[in-house]
């Protein structure tokens, strides 16, 4: 059987209100040249049942049952089963959007970029819909330069799906998702395989309808996890930062420390969460390393927050802030 021209991986752990819509999607994208590999990661509800009702219907749905894992697992079980030139993301309560399927199409066929990031479709919880765009560029851009400075001073490629990845690349470098990292994993993967790329693409035109559930996943972890995790994706993408793009992400990384001491302050003006923050190894280097003249007016007061240490006006600023 000849290698498909796309694999489209979608773990899926207790998916079924949503797996349906997430693959009736699809319906009408790329014909026979396209597998979607369901990895069902274990679920108790009634996603498998759903998953074979689908089956009926578009038999290019291969549907792939392991034990529970976790979703780093799917996915690398994806990747181990995918025959795909190009590799594609998806989470199972997501869904593709058909407008830019005929520039995804292209983009697969041409065969001439190792990566390839389309924008997404934010849908809230209370209904509404906004379009999440890059804005370093207009409608698209193939500036590696300019894609570089997405990868690395923003949090847009935070995320592994609605990216196109060439299969070879992946399996020549042995990548893969690492598992029992509980956040950040997604990050880890594209940085790393973004840094064996050559000729890239990033289109405004949304790929991806992405459901924003309600709440912040990560507030379940006390902010001595938080911290902890969060240095270790900053301490690991440290070896990918070009050069020429140092102080920006020094600068992205000092907005990552304010935006935990706004969301750790929200609830309480205490001053607890602000201190584990500001004691950090994470901080000093930030704050060590960034040009404080250089750094925007409307961040100054931020940054001698910061660097002066000041636990307690910090905590209550920022529990304003957060409450505004």
């Known amino acids: 059987m000849r290698n498909k021209k796309l694999s489209i991986?979608?773990?899926a752990y207790n998916a079924e209100t949503y797996i349906e819509e997430c693959l009736g999607?699809?319906?009408d994208f790329m014909a026979d040249d396209l597998e979607i590999l369901v990895i069902n990661d274990g679920s108790k509800d009634k996603t498998e049942d759903i998953v074979n009702r689908c089956i009926q219907k578009?038999?290019?749905?291969?549907?792939?049952?392991?034990?529970?894992?976790?979703?780093?697992?799917?996915?690398?079980?994806?990747?181990?089963?995918?025959?795909?030139e190009y590799i594609l993301f998806l989470d199972a309560d997501d869904y593709l959007l058909k407008p830019a399927f005929e520039k995804l199409t292209t983009i697969i066929e041409g065969g001439n970029y190792d990566f390839a990031a389309f924008s997404r479709m934010i849908l809230e919880a209370d209904g509404r819909t906004w379009l999440n765009a890059f804005p370093q560029i207009q409608e698209?851009?193939?500036d590696k330069a300019v894609i570089d400075?997405?990868?690395?001073?923003?949090?847009l490629f935070n995320e592994c799906w609605g990216k196109l990845y060439r299969k070879t690349i992946i399996d020549e470098h042995s990548l893969r998702f690492p598992e029992g990292v509980p956040i950040g994993e997604d990050l880890m993967f594209v940085m790393q395989y973004y840094s064996h790329c050559q000729k890239v693409y990033a289109d405004n035109t949304a790929l991806v309808a992405y459901r924003q559930h309600g709440g912040s996943a990560m507030r379940k972890y006390s902010i001595e996890d938080r911290m902890r995790l969060t240095e270790d994706i900053y301490s690991?993408?440290?070896?990918?930062?070009p050069e020429e793009l140092k102080f920006?992400?020094?600068?992205?990384?000092f907005k990552i420390l304010t935006n935990l001491c706004r969301e750790y302050s929200k609830d309480c003006a205490d001053y607890s969460a602000i201190a584990k923050i500001y004691s950090s190894k994470m901080k000093e280097e930030v704050i060590g390393n960034l040009?404080?003249?250089?750094?925007?007016?409307?961040r100054k007061h931020e940054y001698f927050f910061m660097k002066r240490n000041m636990k307690k006006i910090s905590a209550l600023y920022y529990h304003l802030k957060a409450r505004a």
């Open 291 to 298: 040009n404080g003249s250089l750094v925007p007016l409307y």
């Open 236 to 241: 690991f993408s440290k070896a990918f930062i």
């Open 248 to 253: 920006q992400n020094i600068f992205y990384n």
């Open 9 to 11: 991986i979608i773990p």
């Open 140 to 142: 698209q851009s193939e």
């Open 58 to 84: 578009d038999s290019r749905i291969i549907l792939v049952t392991i034990e529970n894992g976790g979703v780093s697992r799917a996915r690398n079980t994806g990747l181990e089963k995918a025959s795909g």
């Open 25 to 27: 999607s699809m319906t």
């Open 149 to 155: 400075s997405i990868m690395y001073t923003d949090s």
